[in-house]
């Protein structure tokens, strides 16, 4: 990402479950946010977006973060790691 700009990147989030679920999501990391979503309740074994922003600072940097996903009935949170690198 060129320094100072912002880059979106767009997951998609899969219920592997056999039930309905509302996901919450957490971000963490500098420069990381959640822009959007369409992720209200979501069906069994169906999939919705995550929006993340990446937004470079004016320096050259690799930046890492985590987005969380938690959802009724789920035990514990899973995560994916963000990375990104401006120059």
Do not use: E, H, Q
């Amino acid at each position: 990402v060129k320094m100072k700009a912002k880059k979106d990147l767009k997951l998609i989030v899969k219920n592997v479950s056999k039930t309905a679920v509302k996901p919450r999501f957490s971000i963490n990391g500098k420069g990381f946010k959640k822009v959007s979503t369409d992720c209200k309740t979501l069906a069994a074994n169906r999939t919705c977006n995550i929006v993340v922003r990446f937004t470079a600072p004016g320096k050259k940097i690799t930046a890492n973060g985590t987005l969380g996903v938690m959802a009724n009935g789920m035990p514990t949170s899973v995560t994916a790691a963000l990375t990104a690198a401006t120059k």
